[in-house]
């Protein structure tokens, strides 16, 4: 069963083959186009890596989590605007500012369950939208405009289209390791009991709320590394990157993918995205698709894209 | 008295209109197994929830050893030494046996802030897991997701996680509730063997294992006490043989 050579393994591997090589095709079949959606699906399906932390692992129901994109991506455009364009700066401000937001965000939504948990993290990105919306300095509701990627030291350049594209890749890869670190270790089974069971686990002697917090902040910091590489991607931030729809989005990916599963969420974004992609090609309804579709993954495949990889046998 | 484990002193807790626990007083000596009876709704489980935690008490106070453990919240009191199983049976469903009773462990190894070391691989948590394991005899189980135990094995892994933190005192709601004969049996055979090291309150609806086990019993009766004593006092007990015993054995007859 937990062999190397397991159908989801040998899937997993594929695809991070075809990722790996996809520029080299995109090169050799002039598809410039190509290169950038895979580059937005790598930089989502990060995002969407994080929010299964709390909502696959750690049974957080999180309606907010697109809130970190925008922090992660304003703190790159805000300081790109204000004349700092060193990645060494932006991007540490981007997390840190994500990470902060987790804590004050889940030291007050985690004291409440179920449908309130869902409402007040919905209502906290709402007001994080509204807030950024208000900007005007910074283009208000039309967004603003990334003059300048963020800079690093010589080699690294990232408006080099193909290198960007790889250090999303490696991010995301370094993501993954981190999640299948964390889920594993006595952190990640201490989350994983107080999603089974969160009374029992304070009757055994945890203090779960604390645990369940760091874990947050964890998924909310990593998901700000994700807005700041998808403002470098996009040269442009708008508070539309962090409406409410676009945590719907990532809570898709990784239901699609597979809930508690590390590399599930990153099925479930080549997934989603690949499907939007060529779904919206064939007609101005795709929606209609793809709910259906939806409706299908939760009906009869509670574990998902990688459920179902799990079941299939050899043979 | 005076080196009781437990203590209770004037414990009350209402719900509305409805007296819950009424000026409720315990006193269990260290190695003492002490049951708990009364019929339906007279406040047992209330009574085990503030005792371990989950419910705070409106009145009274709990000493446990040398502790006022009243207002303290349930993890303090685990890490005191105070293990309790419930009644409805609670694990981790979805987690395997042997990871439902090394996280009961791991809740007593120091914190769990530790993000990067394989902890299915740790030997400090599994090894003491799996002894407690085979002390309720669920070796061979150990792989499986609890969900896939039957109703008795759960009882059974409620008992190795209540053990796996090393407590000193153990609160066992109904235990044998929903067993089948054997395995009620087997409960009382484990619960005799515990004895003998642990001090443990038992509420408990099976007479024959609280006969069988209690030093001292105490009978609830709407949330009052209404005697406590050596079995043999409480089966003499006028009043509680109205209140209750006379009760379940017409039921039986």
Redo the contacts between chains.
């Keep these: 069963m937990s062999g190397a050579f397991t159908p989801r393994n040998i899937v997993a591997a594929l695809l991070f083959a075809a990722l790996l090589l996809l520029p080299l095709y995109a090169h050799f079949a002039n598809d410039r186009f190509l290169l950038t959606l895979f580059t937005r699906i790598i930089i989502l399906a990060m995002a969407a890596v994080s929010l299964n932390l709390i909502l696959g692992f750690g049974g957080m129901m999180s309606f907010g989590h697109a809130a970190y994109l925008g922090i992660g991506g304003y703190a790159v455009g805000i300081l790109a605007f204000e004349g700092v364009p060193s990645g060494f700066v932006q991007w540490p401000v981007a997390l840190a500012a994500s990470a902060l937001f987790a804590l004050v965000i889940g030291a007050l939504s985690l004291r409440t369950r179920g449908v309130y948990f869902i409402m007040i993290t919905l209502a906290f990105a709402q007001m994080a939208y509204y807030i950024i919306a208000g900007l005007a300095r910074y283009g208000g509701d039309d967004g603003l405009t990334i003059q300048k990627r963020s800079q690093f030291f010589a080699p690294i350049n990232l408006t080099d289209k193909v290198q960007f594209y790889y250090l999303c890749l490696a991010l995301l890869l370094g993501a993954l390791y981190l999640a299948w ?2 889920v ?7 989350i ?2 107080a999603r ?2 969160d ?9 779960t709320y604390r ?1 369940k917090l ?1 874990c947050f902040v964890i998924a909310g910091t990593l998901c700000g590394l994700a807005g700041a590489l998808l403002a470098n991607h996009t040269d442009f931030v708008s508070p539309a990157m962090m409406y409410w729809t676009r945590s719907g989005d990532l809570i898709i990916m990784v239901v699609l993918g597979g809930m508690g599963s590390v590399i599930g969420p990153v099925f479930g974004a080549v997934a989603l995205l690949v499907l939007e992609e060529t779904l919206s090609g064939i007609t101005e309804y795709w929606q209609i698709i793809l709910g259906p579709l939806l409706l299908l993954v939760v009906l009869f495949a509670r574990g998902g894209i990688d459920g179902l990889l799990g079941k299939v046998r050899h043979g | 008295m005076a080196d009781a484990l437990l203590q209770v002193e004037s414990l009350a807790k209402r719900f509305g209109g409805i007296v819950a626990t009424d000026d409720v007083a315990l006193s269990i000596a260290a190695g003492e197994l002490h049951a708990v009876i009364g019929p339906n709704g007279a406040g047992k489980t209330t009574l085990i929830a503030q005792l371990s935690g989950q419910l705070a008490p409106d009145a009274g106070r709990i000493r446990f050893a040398g502790h006022d453990i009243s207002a303290l919240p349930m993890y303090r009191r685990s890490h005191l030494g105070l293990a309790r199983s419930f009644q409805i049976t609670s694990l981790c469903l979805d987690l395997s046996v042997l990871d439902n009773v090394a996280l009961a462990v791991q809740a007593h190894a120091g914190h769990s802030f530790r993000f990067w070391r394989n902890a299915r691989g740790e030997t400090e948590l599994r090894q003491p897991a799996r002894s407690a394991l085979a002390r309720v005899g669920l070796s061979a189980r150990e792989h499986l997701p609890a969900s896939a135990l039957s109703h008795g094995e759960h009882r059974q892994l409620e008992l190795a996680m209540a053990l796996a933190g090393n407590p000193r005192m153990l609160l066992l709601d109904e235990p044998m509730a929903g067993l089948g004969p054997e395995e009620s049996a087997r409960m009382v055979g484990m619960l005799r063997e515990l004895k003998k090291e642990l001090t443990i309150l038992l509420v408990e609806h099976d007479m024959e294992a609280v006969f069988a086990l209690a030093d001292r019993i105490t009978v609830l009766v709407y949330g009052r006490v209404i005697a406590s004593g050596a079995p043999d006092e409480i089966r003499a007990n006028a009043q509680v043989r109205d209140a209750y015993l006379g009760e379940a054995e017409a039921a039986h007859g």
């Design positions: 670190r964390l594993n270790s006595r952190f990640g089974l201490a994983q009991g089974s069971n009374t029992r686990m304070r009757a055994i002697g945890f203090p645990y760091v």
